[in-house]
């Protein structure tokens, strides 16, 4: 068993924090105080569907929960099933590493610690939320504490407990209490007491407020009646001797409660009075031996809960530095949940606080627990089986570190960080509502007590650490009330009333966020919301009163605030500012009758103020959010807008409004005049029932010049466009421009139009007026817009005798007026029969149309002696056959006479109806705009399921008859077509094709894949000879693209391609294939020849020629006859490499020899140049002696005329002199890198390891302590200390070649990757000086003397490949060795790495690709050892 004290004694950092007193004691302080708690629960019933799932959450029920001994008796690495080790709540990965690392107390101040944090900040809320608490000084108990440190010495105040009454304990053992009026009513104790007993260090109160229990630092107990001031019990011997109370607490039970002390043990106290004599019995509930417990908390339920099924069990949370505890105290002791913290800072404080809340429909506790930044929320049930539940909620993650938590609410948390800062947070939705600064309470801390000065600071590191932030017994809540004990004063916060909220912000003067507070009470969308109860419609009515002052107030102010001189924008922009916010408010408060009355009187003083205002009602009105105006303001508001030529908004704004109670003729007029017409067309409709005479109006203005045939204004067109969607309205029911007609109105408003359209002569007609001038001007305007009018209004009729008859009497005027008349296009004459084929189809149509009347359109559409709109005659067709109106034709006719007209689409549908899919390839074909579309037609027909065999065979046939149409039309649509569907055919079409052309275009297409076809050509199963048929047509129409074509092609006979080849004497590709074939010297022979004839021109050529070209050809073929040796050198022994090189040689120096004996020729320096070419070219496959050998035996320079040949023989020296230096440099350079190396891996592996802390990484305990186990310690170069029994644990262990190799388990954790160069060095006894490292006395020299046995085989040690592994990363670059490596793997088929053991893993990336790569010129500097 190992001691908890000192397990828990290397969780050193600073901080420490505060559990709030969560007393909860429901004694009346105030008659509103008593109210709070059922309030808060109502409150929370409110809102139970907002938290989380319990049932997403539940922790797994234990059949038999252990006992209190056997959870004290475990080990804390057993995972017992009852222990919370959810991972998501310990959340251990949000854990900053650096709050481990730090061993010194003095270098973790926790004010720095926060910003080490890497949470976001939360905005600021003031905004939003305005001031929700009310903090203020006690100052009759302040003033009274420092008078109680003057005149009868009491000492600093050290402790405060609060219920009805106040109890604030002193440094020199007083307890001075005080009555709700700051009245000290007792003070008891004495100062000689004190000095016997030391501070107070703990207080409580029971619940009726009878009985005070104080704790001493030195670690007696006294008990006082606080109705009379008498002592009634003095506590001695509850606990072991010499250990400061740390808490003492009543429970609800007043003869029991629960005390702490600074062993960290916790004991029951049961108070007793038998025949008159007043005892206490002590039980010890958690031995300070196995896990000091620094915060413990009881369940205190309110009055009226006492009942809840609950509180039975007197339950008890008890918070030790490793772990939390909930245990039943009742009927008998039983442990119900314990949950180890995980990772956090050592220095940081536990707090544990109860409340009770509501959860879907139930009130039960939740424990809140935090340590460090992150609060846990734990709901506690009872079910029907007696047994208790523990529900995980969802967790507050925090951007600072906790000394204190409190409850003031069951919505509302305050949280005291270590900086003295108070956050108020929305529990449900964790929203930071308010952060108060308290650093002027000089808070006082209890880490006197923690460190137990008192007796001698007998306590455990781990403690002492804790205690330096502890505040447990400074804090006190109470009825909603929290008390903070200062080192001279005591403060009280509680929250605001939502009206001290509101006049907070008003006495700053900030209406507007006033008005926006207030706004979300009345909406109950406000946090921590005090003061308003009743049900919703109450509390909206009370809110609203309150704004209807603010805003009352606000006007005012907007009036008297505005700036007297200066620019008028200046003035504007105040109001723009201010004028919207009391429109916005008083619609959202449905105060009409304020807005129009008060509000706008008020605000017409100012012409600026009243502008502002009619602009800020334009969105309300336009969203229809604002109906039911006065006249007054409607008037006042189109007058405004007027008067800024505003006239787009006016007619918006027109349309949204009641405008009946308005002048009509004058709001006409003004829309006329304007050009409104939307304005005016909704007067007439809604101010007169009148829907004719807007027609009338705009009629008027449109039918004068389409009569005339003149084109139309832009304006004019609009006016059109809105009278067809006017007239469109009108017939279907539906109010312009929005809305819709009165239901009584509709029948009558339809037959008014239709009347209105079909009138033979208009109003005032003149005489030369044509007849039915309504229908004619539509027509003339938009000839199928006002068809597709009529078309959706015809939709509408059904069964109704007077709309037949109105249907065939409008027909029948459409076709008087338009087949009558010769001004209309065929596109409108078309669009007028459509629309009659479209209604005739209909299989409830009831028209009748004279069939001879199609039979003229169609002569109309057809007529060839009019070639002008083609197209679009043929469109028009197109459409009136596919409205159904090919059952008004002799088909066999129409399809003549759309041949005849060359209408091919025509031709297409009749024959498509008709199946006749062969003939519309023709269409297509002579179709010059579609024919390119033929291939997708023809691969539809063949490939698409639902065509019989035989129409697949006709369209095929038919294909191939014009295959060679398709083929000139687009060479690789016609090829994939073949290919796809006909693949075993492609010897027919071969024999079609009888143009050579074509044929080869055709060819190519389908067996080059550079031509982008998508062909499978394995599926191709063609004989080789069509392959070769296609070489040899590629011969002939494009020989410089052989070679390049050859390359890609994949099936044809080398035999017969070298025959085609050499017929068309193209020697490269004859050579190319020879190679192919094998036959190097063949092809050697052959390129040879084609150089030598090529030298021979340029030595019998006259200055005349073109000599530059020439030369360039030379050196081409040169060029190609050196690859082709080059490319083949490697795989011939040197007999066979002389064959080729030397006769090239000899070919390139034969004009030069006969420079001589022969004129001299024009380019002996090129020539040289390229000799020089060729020998450089040689020197990498034969040796030099025989290349000079092979020279001087030439029988020319044998004779003494080596001056030719000098030039050449100092360049194959210079070629040797730098090669040789070449060598010695890179030699050189290797040993310096090897040198370096060398030096600094020594250097590296004899460092020194300096550890950061003294404690192992993982358990947390300091290396020396555990003397019972025989462990080694291990220390890695990153500065971090493990046992290696707690590194195997972590299964940090990896085994190479036989070798243990041990990583760092936090390095390799943070990075996700266990790296091989975070190796140790692992430390053994006698190996190490003990200055470089700590380790334990206990290891076992004879582990020592195998890890030096394993360490003289020939292999690196895991520290020297770490040491190396740091080197590497010291020296960013890569080594010179490095490059020269991966350079000569590249050439060699053997793969070697040097260092081979420093690799990371069995990929290697080429070092080339490393986007830091960068070459470093100069070698590294030697660093003396």
């Not at 034709?889 to 024959?911: D, G, N, T, V, W």
Request: charged share 25%; proline share 4%.
């Amino acid at each position: 068993m190992e001691n908890e004290p000192d397990h828990e004694n290397v969780e050193q950092s600073l901080s420490a924090k505060t559990t709030e007193e969560e007393l909860n004691k429901s004694f009346n302080l105030e008659a509103s105080l008593s109210k709070f708690s059922y309030i808060d629960l109502d409150k929370e019933l409110e809102f139970k569907n907002d938290l989380i799932d319990d049932k997403e959450f539940d922790i797994p029920q234990v059949d038999t929960p252990p006992t209190l001994e056997s959870i004290l008796n475990e080990t804390d690495d057993e995972d017992e099933s009852f222990v919370l080790e959810d991972p998501t709540l310990l959340n251990i990965d949000t854990i900053d590493s650096h709050s481990y690392d730090t061993s010194s107390v003095a270098s973790s101040d926790s004010g720095d610690r926060t910003n080490l944090k890497r949470k976001k900040k939360l905005p600021d809320s003031f905004s939003l939320h305005g001031s929700v608490m009310r903090h203020s000084l006690l100052k009759g108990i302040s003033a009274q504490i420092v008078s109680a440190a003057d005149k009868v010495d009491a000492g600093l105040p050290t402790a405060i407990a609060v219920s009805s009454l106040i109890a604030v304990g002193t440094s020199h053992g007083l307890a001075l209490i005080f009555d709700q009026n700051q009245a000290l009513r007792l003070c008891l104790g004495s100062t000689s007491v004190g000095g016997q007993y030391g501070a107070i260090s703990a207080l409580s109160i029971n619940n009726d407020c009878s009985r005070l229990l104080c704790g001493f630092a030195k670690g007696q107990i006294t008990m006082w009646d606080l109705a009379s001031g008498k002592l009634l019990r003095s506590i001695t011997d509850a606990h072991p001797p010499g250990t400061a109370i740390l808490h003492i607490k009543f429970t609800d039970d007043p003869t029991l409660a629960i005390c702490n002390d600074s062993g960290g043990s916790v004991f029951e106290l049961t108070f007793k009075r038998v025949m008159g004599v007043r005892t206490c019995e002590s039980r010890c509930l958690f031995s300070g031996s196995k896990g000091e417990v620094c915060c413990i908390e009881p369940l205190h339920s309110k009055p009226e809960l006492k009942d809840h099924p609950i509180t039975q069990f007197s339950l008890l949370a008890m918070a030790s530095l490793t772990k939390i505890l909930v245990i039943g105290l009742k009927p008998s002791l039983k442990v119900w949940m314990t949950f180890p913290y995980g990772r956090m800072d050592p220095s940081s404080v536990p707090l544990l606080a109860w409340h009770f809340v509501a959860v879907h429909n139930y009130v039960n506790p939740m424990l809140a627990f935090c340590r460090g930044d992150v609060v846990h929320f734990l709901l506690v049930k009872r079910d029907e089986s007696g047994a208790i539940h523990v529900t995980k909620q969802k967790h507050l993650h925090l951007y600072y570190d906790l000394i204190n938590f409190t409850w003031i609410n069951s919505r509302t948390i305050v949280l005291l960080d270590s900086v003295e800062k108070l956050h108020v947070i929305d529990r449900q939705t964790q929203e930071e509502l308010e952060t108060v600064e308290i650093s002027e309470v000089q808070l006082v801390y209890n880490s006197s007590h923690f460190k137990s000065l008192a007796t001698g600071g007998n306590v455990s590191q781990a403690l002492a650490l804790v205690g330096e932030k502890a505040c447990y017994q400074s804090i006190s809540s109470y009825g909603g009330q929290i008390f903070y004990l200062g080192t001279k004063s005591v403060y009280v916060m509680m929250l605001r009333s939502w009206r001290e909220r509101v006049d907070h912000l008003l006495k700053q003067d900030c209406l507007t966020e006033a008005l926006a507070l207030a706004w979300s009470f009345h909406e109950g969308k406000a946090k921590a919301v005090v003061g308003l109860s009743g049900d919703a419609s109450k509390r909206k009515a009370v809110v609203a009163d309150r704004m209807v002052e603010i805003l009352f107030h606000y006007a005012d102010r907007a009036l008297k605030k505005c700036p007297d001189q200066g620019k008028i924008q200046v003035m504007e922009q105040h109001f723009q500012d201010m004028v919207p916010v009391i429109v916005d408010y008083c619609l959202l408060l449905e105060r009409k009758d304020l807005l129009f009355s008060q509000m706008y009187d008020k605000l017409s003083e100012n012409s600026v103020a009243k502008g502002v205002f009619l602009e800020c009602l334009e969105p309300y009105i336009l969203s229809d959010k604002l109906v039911g105006m006065t006249p007054q303001v409607m008037k006042d508001l189109i007058v405004h807008f007027q008067d800024k030529k505003l006239m787009e908004n006016v007619e918006a704004l027109i349309v949204h409004m009641d405008i009946t109670s308005l002048d009509i003729q004058q709001v006409v007029l003004m829309c006329w005049e304007n050009r409104l017409y939307d304005a005016m067309i909704y007067v007439y409709n809604r101010g007169m029932n009148e829907f004719i005479s807007p027609m009338e109006k705009l009629f008027r203005v449109i039918a004068p010049p389409l009569n005339a045939g003149r084109t139309l204004t832009d304006e004019q067109v609009v006016m059109g466009n809105k009278l067809l969607v006017y007239i469109s309205c009108c017939l279907a029911g539906r109010a312009y421009p929005l809305g819709d007609i009165p239901e009584d109105l509709v029948p009558l408003v339809k037959n008014q139009v239709f009347e209105f359209l079909i009138r033979l002569h208009s109003a005032e007609a003149s005489p030369e007026e044509e007849i039915y001038p309504y229908v004619r001007t539509l027509l003339h305007f938009d000839t199928r817009e006002f068809l597709n009018v009529l078309a959706l209004t015809f939709e509408d009729f059904k069964n109704d005798k007077q709309a037949v008859e109105y249907q065939q009497r409008i027909v029948d005027i459409l076709l008087k007026v338009m087949v009558e008349n010769s001004d209309f296009t065929p596109s409108q004459v078309g669009c007028l029969f459509t629309f009659l084929a479209r209604q005739l189809a209909k299989p409830d149509n009831t028209l009748f149309v004279n069939r001879t009347l199609f039979d003229q359109v169609l002569e109309f559409l057809c007529s060839p002696d009019d070639d002008s709109r083609h197209s679009e005659r043929q469109q028009v067709l197109l459409e009136l056959l596919q409205a159904g109106g090919i059952v008004q034709f002799e088909e066999s006719r129409l399809i003549r006479m759309a041949e005849k007209a060359e209408f091919y689409q025509i031709c297409e549908f009749m024959y498509e109806r008709e199946h006749q899919y062969d003939k519309i390839i023709d269409c297509y074909l002579r179709d010059p705009l579609r024919e390119e579309e033929v291939f997708n037609y023809i691969h539809n027909i063949l490939s698409i399921p639902g065509h019989s065999a035989e129409e697949k065979q006709s369209v095929w046939q038919k294909a191939m008859d014009h295959i060679e149409e398709l083929v000139s039309l687009r060479p690789c649509k016609a090829a994939e077509l073949v290919a796809t569907h006909f693949s075993e055919q492609i010897e027919t079409v071969i024999k079609k094709l009888q143009n050579q052309v074509l044929l080869f275009k055709f060819l190519r297409s389908l067996l080059d894949p550079r031509e982008g076809i998508h062909v499978n050509q394995e599926l191709l199963q063609m004989s080789p000879c069509v392959t070769e048929q296609f070489i040899e047509l590629l011969c002939q129409f494009s020989p410089n693209q052989v070679i390049e074509t050859l390359q890609v092609l994949e099936c044809y006979r080398l035999e017969e391609t070298i025959q085609i080849t050499q017929k068309y004497q193209l020697h490269e590709v004859t050579a190319y294939l020879l190679e192919k074939k094998g036959d190097i010297h063949g092809a050697f022979l052959i390129m040879l020849q084609r150089l030598q004839s090529k030298l021979q021109e340029i030595t019998h050529q006259d200055e005349k020629t073109k000599e530059e070209l020439s030369l360039k050809d030379v050196e081409d073929t040169m060029v190609e006859t050196i690859a082709l040796c080059q490319r083949n050198s490697h795989n011939l022994n040197q007999q066979q490499r002389e064959a080729l090189w030397f006769p090239l040689l000899e070919a390139m120096m034969a004009p030069q020899k006969l420079s001589g004996s022969a004129a001299p020729h024009l380019h002996p320096d090129a020539l040289k140049s390229l000799t020089m070419q060729v020998l450089n070219s040689m020197a990498a496959f034969i040796a030099l002696p025989s290349i000079l050998q092979r020279i001087l035996q030439d029988p020319v320079y044998g004779k003494g005329k080596l001056g030719e040949i000098q030039g050449l023989i100092l360049g194959m020296l210079d070629t040797f002199n730098y090669e040789q230096t070449l060598l010695e440099t890179t030699t050189s350079l290797l040993n310096q890198d090897l040198h370096w190396s060398l030096c600094n891996l020594r250097a590296s592996v004899t460092r020194g390891l300096n550890p950061k802390q003294d404690y192992c990484s993982i358990c947390l305990q300091q290396y020396k302590r555990r003397q019972e186990m025989a462990d080694e310690i291990i220390v890695f170069s990153c500065g971090h200390l493990y046992h290696s029994f707690c590194l195997q644990n972590k299964e940090c262990t990896i085994e190479t070649e036989g070798q243990t190799r041990w990583t760092c388990y936090k390095c390799s954790s943070s990075n996700k990757v266990g790296k091989l160069s975070e190796n140790s060095s692992e430390i053994k006894t006698g190996k190490t000086a003990p200055s470089q490292v700590k380790m334990s006395p206990s290891c076992h020299p004879s582990k020592g003397d195998s890890t030096v046995k394993a360490a003289s085989e020939p292999v690196l040690h895991p520290q020297q490949i770490q040491a190396f592994d740091q080197l590497c990363r010291l020296y960013r670059g890569s080594s010179r060795l490095a490059l020269l490596t991966e350079l000569s793997q590249n050439r060699s088929s053997e793969s070697y790495r040097p260092f081979s053991g420093s690799q990371s893993g069995p990929a290697f990336n080429s070092i080339f690709q490393n986007e830091n790569f960068q070459l470093q010129l100069i070698p590294p500097p030697v660093t003396e050892d």
